[in-house]
């Protein structure tokens, strides 16, 4: 069987800029790369050498806020310091929820400016 990584995740969101920010903050990730895309649109990668999260808009309008779970669950992200990175989702204007301690880690979630749910982690 072939070996295989996750490369890229690509999500619509309403601002690139903004969304880069916050990540880059919460996660130490550096832009890899911008530019325009499909259908008059516009992208960041978010990342590090191997992988990365594609941020992506249109002109195109939201057609509104999607249902949780369709299409998308949440994003899992590991961060090594969870209360750090709480301090800096909530310094954004987010609000974290749905706290959790579980064998073998803590987690919570938050909801960004689009209605796309993170959910962090910590093993440490």
Same mark, same amino acid.
């Given at each position: +069987? ?11 969101? #309403? =601002? !690139?800029?903004?969304?880069? #920010?916050?990540?880059a903050a919460l996660t130490g &990730?550096?832009? *890899? &790369?911008? @530019? !325009?895309?499909?259908? /008059? ?6 990342? %590090?050498?191997?992988?990365y999260i594609a941020l992506y808009?249109? *002109? ?5 806020? $999607?249902?949780? @779970? ?5 994003? @899992?992200?590991?961060? =090594? =310091?969870?209360?750090?990175? /709480?301090?800096?989702? +909530? ?10 301690d579980y064998a073998p880690g803590?987690?919570?979630? $938050?909801?960004?400016? %689009? @209605?796309? /749910?993170? /959910? ?5």
């Amino acid at each position: +069987m072939p070996a295989a990584r996750l490369e890229h995740v690509n999500i619509r969101v #309403s =601002d !690139p800029s903004r969304t880069a #920010s916050f990540l880059a903050a919460l996660t130490g &990730w550096t832009e *890899r &790369w911008r @530019g !325009p895309a499909i259908h /008059e649109g516009w992208t960041i990668h978010l990342g %590090d050498a191997f992988d990365y999260i594609a941020l992506y808009t249109t *002109r195109e309008p939201f057609a509104g806020q $999607f249902a949780k @779970g369709a299409p998308l669950q949440h994003i @899992g992200i590991v961060v =090594d =310091d969870l209360d750090a990175a /709480e301090a800096i989702v +909530m310094a954004h204007g987010l609000v974290p929820f749905n706290h959790a301690d579980y064998a073998p880690g803590r987690r919570f979630y $938050f909801l960004d400016w %689009d @209605g796309i /749910e993170f /959910e962090l982690v910590s093993y440490a």
